[in-house]
């Protein structure tokens, strides 16, 4: 069973969101995500600025297996992007919930996150699969 | 019903992840394919390859038989010892296998063929052997081994007897020698160097665990194929198969045309496509992000092609892929990935040799 921080919300989609305060929220892949994934290679994030919408394409997740797409759990405006993955993709896989986070999004609606999967929640889904 | 070879609980023990490869449950890779994959090209790794079929050739006829099977020419081996690269094909030209052919004298030949195809090979090698004074028979009561990169040989070096170590000792890449319970080969699927060592099934998880305790890594399914395909080394099922001719294959150089009175399966259909022209496997080169996969569709010029392997290049740190395209191609060509365009590089299909780019 891989590891699923109660104080995270998550998408169904294997996304994690962390509150940073002030409507700012971390948005990462899940340890479960990188498990399935397998060694990672490249990230492509999306660009500080852009406008993202819950549930869009937002960035892809290329590991030694396969290109995967990471959805925005949230709408919002990107402010911040991991440039370490740009060198140390495999902070995704050493860290998930920590140096191998993707981006900060300043929600629209901070409600949205409310909307998003508990620990438990995702845990349900993942065994589902 | 799921296969295992006699190292399967070491892979366990291990922490490996498996998977099912062809009925086998294999490791995957035992934390992170790409740590395994330098561990073989900085230092030394193995891979348990035990799935593989031994089945060896004996007979008055040996040497006639194997000539009319194979579309490289056993009576090129003169050392004892000396292996060979081949195609075993069919009729229309296409590849049912490939497979290394180990030359002990002209009544005696051991053959090493690929798990997934093991029954087909099996039947083939029985079919093909009528009328032939020949005796097949599979050897599995041997485990297999590969230990593989700049440090292996020294690494196994000292498990070995001292005889086993005479025997080894001077032996060029491509040769395999009997040492007391053991059958040591300098073969491999990496581009490293290293042995390719078969077992008694009994003494496997020591060896193994030896191996283990001199620092040798141990390496799943997902570094070999990293690691085979920067060595621009094919693998059945994916680059070519049954409907694939050895010349789209880039497999050209183990077909013996000489000498032209040898009779071989496959032979008058090969000629033909010679004549004709044939589409050809070559290697592309792509340095900015992303991961070039198989069935990829590729546009060259004057036709069209599909990626057979792809994969990120832990050594080079960008993607590399074997592509079949026409024979019209030039230095570029183009693939389509994620619904756009990509230009890349064309290259020999060979991309990493003992630890270095060779692009």
Redesign the interface.
């Known amino acids: 069973m891989s590891n699923i921080p109660a104080e995270l919300r998550y998408a169904a989609s294997h996304e994690w969101v962390r509150p940073e305060g002030n409507g700012i929220y971390t948005v990462g892949i899940t340890e479960h995500a990188q498990e399935l994934l397998g060694d990672m290679v490249f990230l492509d994030l999306p660009d500080e600025g852009d406008q993202i919408a819950m549930g869009d394409d937002v960035a892809v997740a290329e590991s030694v297996k396969a290109a995967s797409d990471v959805y925005a759990p949230i709408t919002g405006e990107v402010i911040e992007v991991n440039e370490d993955l740009e060198d140390s993709p495999e902070l995704v896989n050493s860290d998930p919930y920590g140096d191998g986070w993707l981006f900060k999004v300043k929600a629209d609606d901070i409600s949205e996150v409310e909307s998003l999967l508990d620990a438990d929640g995702y845990a349900e889904s993942i065994e589902d699969e | 019903m799921t296969n295992k070879t006699v190292l399967h609980a070491k892979h366990l023990e291990a922490g490996a992840k498996m998977v099912d490869f062809f009925g086998w449950d294999m490791p995957i ?1 035992y934390g ?3 740590e395994e994959h330098h561990a073989v090209r900085r230092d030394a790794g193995m891979f348990d390859v035990s799935h593989m079929t031994i089945v060896d050739v004996k007979g008055p006829q040996a040497q006639a038989y194997l000539r009319y099977l194979l579309a490289n020419d056993v009576a090129k081996l003169q050392d004892k010892g000396k292996a060979l690269y081949s195609g075993m094909l069919n009729e229309a030209g296409g590849v049912v296998d490939d497979l290394i052919v180990y030359f002990f004298d002209d009544t005696n030949y051991r053959l090493v063929v690929n798990s997934a195809t093991k029954q087909k090979d099996l039947d083939w090698l029985a079919a093909k052997a009528e009328g032939f004074t020949v005796t097949i028979t599979e050897r599995d009561e041997f485990a297999m081994i590969a230990v593989q990169g700049p440090n292996a040989k020294a690494k196994a070096g000292q498990l070995f007897s001292a005889a086993q170590n005479e025997a080894v000792a001077g032996m060029k890449p491509f040769y395999g020698v009997q040492a007391e319970d053991l059958f040591i080969a300098t073969t491999g699927y990496t581009g490293e160097a290293g042995y390719e060592i078969m077992v008694p099934n009994d003494q496997a998880a020591d060896f193994w665990q030896a191996l283990l305790d001199l620092g040798v890594a141990p390496c799943g399914l ?1 570094a070999r194929d ?1 690691l085979r395909l920067e060595a621009g080394m094919n693998l059945y099922g994916q680059d070519m198969d049954e409907t694939i001719s050895p010349l789209e294959a880039n497999m050209g150089w183990t077909i013996s045309w000489e000498p032209q009175d040898r009779n071989f399966v496959g032979r008058d259909v090969l000629t033909a496509q010679k004549t004709a022209g044939t589409d050809k496997l070559v290697g592309l080169v792509m340095r900015e ?3 070039l ?1 198989a069935g990829q569709k590729v546009t060259v010029e004057g036709g069209e092609g599909i990626i057979t392997s792809g ?2 290049s832990p050594t080079l740190g960008h993607s590399v892929a074997l592509a079949r395209v026409a024979s019209s191609v030039t230095d570029h060509a183009e693939v389509e990935m ?1 619904k756009k365009w990509v230009t890349v590089d064309v290259v020999k299909p060979s991309f990493v040799r003992n630890g270095k780019s060779v692009l």
Request: hydrophobic share 25%; net charge positive.
């Open positions: 890779n992170s394919q790409i997902g990293t992000k992303g991961v996969r994969t990120f994620r």
